[in-house]
């Protein structure tokens, strides 16, 4: 652990270790479920990803045996509410500023779904750069069994991944994906057995926290761009970018490296 405060305790475990950014999802008797101060803490933890230099990469995941069941309904009981709810405030205060968090952030994060990752939850994990997914996980997009649609970019990211047919499919009917089909589909990197989930997301998470900081972020930023330019505009865009990289000390260090047959150490500049 290096320097900044910790949170061992609270709605999202905090650990700062060699560089990678653990934050870890923590009502696990409600299988991880938004409240509002699960979402205040992961935000915080996600600009602290933004504003912290000893920050190089995210792993996100969830204790106990979910990942995430989106929104904790538990907070929503109509028949304790005085009117309809603005469910659109809940999303403009806290789902959207976190997706933005995620996607905007100039460093990787990856995803660790260890357990059922369901409406809210699902699209959270789908906003991350990569997703390992336990075997026994499971995605939900399981909006339409209360009566909403999908929401945290979902109704984004599922049909640019999936494409339309399946995408409708999965929001229409809230059917469990599994982790396997999941990967067999582009949705999710890979799966893994349960039982190595956490240890190969934080061998690869402390391989990208060792990266080339600033290069890994502009790719993550430019792949992102591609899906709304030309090809004209992302031609610019990677010059722009790799002029900007071609300036890093990581791309000496790199080079240098190469030159000298060993291993570089990049320090994120
Ligand atoms: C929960 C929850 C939960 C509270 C399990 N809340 N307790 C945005 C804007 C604003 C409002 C509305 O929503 C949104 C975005 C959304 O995310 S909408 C979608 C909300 N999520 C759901 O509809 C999923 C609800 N949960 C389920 O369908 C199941 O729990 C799944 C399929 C996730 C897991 O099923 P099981 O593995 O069979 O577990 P379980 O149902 O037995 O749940 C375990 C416990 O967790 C249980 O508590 P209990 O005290 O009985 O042990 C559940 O009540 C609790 N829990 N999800 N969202």
Known sequence: MQGQAEAGHGPVLVQLDHGVLHLTLNRPDKLNSFNQEMHLALRAGFERAHADPAVRAVLLTGAG???CAGQDLGDRDPSKQDGPPDLGQTLENFYNPLVRLIRSL????ICAVNGVAAGAGANVALACDIVI???SARFIQAFS???LIPDAGGSWSLPRILGEPRAKALAL???PLDAETAAQWGLIWKWVGDDHLQEEATALAQRLADGPT???????LAIQDAASQPLDAQLDLERDL???????ADYAEG???FLQKRKPEFKGQ
């Open 173 to 175: 009917t809230a059917e």
């Open 65 to 67: 045996r979910g990942f």
């Open 133 to 135: 997914a336990a075997k």
């Open 214 to 220: 600033q290069a890994l972020g502009m790719t993550k």
């Open 106 to 109: 100039p460093k990787p994060v």
């Open 242 to 248: 790799q002029r900007r990289a071609g300036r890093s």
């Open 145 to 147: 069994k209360i009566g």
């Open 255 to 257: 080079v240098s490296a």
